[in-house]
């Protein structure tokens, strides 16, 4: 069974910066495409930035210039480094992968538990 698990949310203030980890565990034969996306309260989830196996980037115009995403597939992470964060940032992040698992013919989508994010001005 698949596990993501998100770390290094907190409480920061505008200006501040958070690193943020995703770590997938299981038992995993390939992850493709990883990311990163966020949900403030009374909105809808949306896509902060993803990451392909192969490194390429897309990021959320909220996040461009401010936002890295990256990725250690030797140790399954995948990484969010958020500089000149924003109280507008405040939102709980979420980490997603698509997963294949050994033995299985096709990748599933994964979802971690969230981890909060919370910018005071």
């Known amino acids: 069974q698949v596990q993501l698990v998100e770390s290094g949310g907190g409480l920061v203030q505008a200006g501040g910066s958070l690193r943020l980890s995703c770590a997938v565990s299981?038992?995993?034969?390939?992850?493709?495409?990883m990311g990163w996306y966020r949900q403030a309260p009374g909105k809808q989830r949306e896509l902060v930035a993803t990451i392909s196996s192969g490194g390429n980037t897309n990021y959320a115009d909220s996040g461009k210039g401010r936002f890295t995403i990256s990725r250690d597939n030797a140790k399954n992470t995948v990484y969010l480094q958020m500089n000149s964060l924003k109280p507008e940032d405040t939102a709980v992040y979420y980490c997603?992968?698509?997963?294949?698992?050994?033995?299985?013919?096709?990748?599933?989508?994964?979802w971690g538990q969230g981890t909060q994010v919370t910018v005071s001005s």
């Open positions: 997603n992968a698509d997963v294949k698992e050994r033995g299985y013919y096709y990748s599933r989508n994964y």
């Open positions: 299981g038992s995993i034969a390939s992850i493709n495409a």
